[in-house]
């Protein structure tokens, strides 16, 4: 997804994905920012309106938990290994 072109809370957001078909973000200028009173961790996005149903979608999977699906998964064991063989840092077997 491309930036801010101009940084523009106008152009950025609004007209570029209009025209363009490609969503935008931006962070605003310093007008827009300081007129609005937008948090310093605030960005703007711009898409078309077919795009909203897929950007919803996105975020509430985005929301979930995921500590219950990764519990379940298992790390593969390391090789064993044989007595008396070992490496040590920047060492060799």
Same mark, same amino acid.
Not at 50 to 59: G, R
Not at 68 to 73: A, E, L
């Given at each position: @997804?491309? =930036?801010? %072109?101009?940084?523009? %809370?106008? +152009? /950025?957001? =609004? ?5 363009? *078909?490609?969503?935008?973000?931006? &962070? ?5 920012? !300081?007129? !609005? *009173?937008?948090? +310093?961790e605030? @960005?703007?996005?711009?898409?078309? +309106?077919d @795009? &909203? ?5 996105? &975020?509430?999977?985005?929301?979930? /938990?995921?500590?219950? %699906?990764?519990?379940g998964?298992?790390l ?6 044989e007595? *008396? ?6 060492g060799?077997?």
């Amino acid at each position: @997804m491309p =930036n801010g %072109s101009f940084q523009a %809370s106008c +152009a /950025d957001p =609004n007209t570029l994905p209009y025209l363009t *078909g490609v969503p935008h973000i931006s &962070l605003g200028c310093y007008g827009c920012r !300081k007129s !609005k *009173g937008l948090a +310093a961790e605030v @960005m703007l996005l711009g898409f078309k +309106a077919d @795009m &909203l149903e897929h950007i919803v979608k996105v &975020l509430e999977e985005l929301k979930k /938990d995921p500590t219950p %699906s990764c519990r379940g998964k298992r790390l593969p064991h390391p090789p064993p290994v044989e007595s *008396g063989h070992h490496v040590e840092i920047g060492g060799t077997l």
